[in-house]
């Protein structure tokens, strides 16, 4: 069974900028056909995808976010990460790392993050 878990602070300040890891078990994320992504949701507002890393390693952007963010991998924990940087209180939402594309069939529980000076 596969698991997915985010872990970061729940409280940064603005300008600052934003580390979070997914830890994936049950699974590795370098196997075939499998994407892994980074979505959030800001209070009272839908899903926003963020960007992913694929089996290959390939990365894939939010337009609107990737001049700020960068999505990077450890297989050798079998993590990945995001990081935003330049963050603002727009920013505050619940991160999930999520398998699948175009379908997401694993989500992890969600980490808060608040923007916040």
């Known amino acids: 069974q596969v698991q997915m878990q985010e872990s970061g602070p729940g409280l940064v300040k603005p300008s600052q900028t934003l ?3 997914c830890t994936v078990s049950g699974e590795l994320i370098t196997a075939s056909y499998h994407y892994w992504n980074w979505i959030r949701q800001a209070p009272e507002k839908g899903l ?10 390939s990365l894939y952007y939010n337009s609107s976010l990737k001049s700020r963010s960068s999505i990077s991998r450890d297989t ?14 727009e920013d505050t939402a619940l991160y999930f ?17 608040t923007v916040s000076a």
């Open 19 to 21: 580390s979070l890891t």
């Open 48 to 57: 926003e995808w963020v960007g992913a890393v694929n089996y290959y390693g």
């Open 76 to 89: 050798s924990k079998n993590q990945f990460t995001l990081q935003l940087n330049d963050v603002a209180p």
């Open 97 to 113: 790392c999520v398998r699948g594309y175009p379908f997401y069939d694993v989500w992890g529980q969600g980490i808060q993050v």
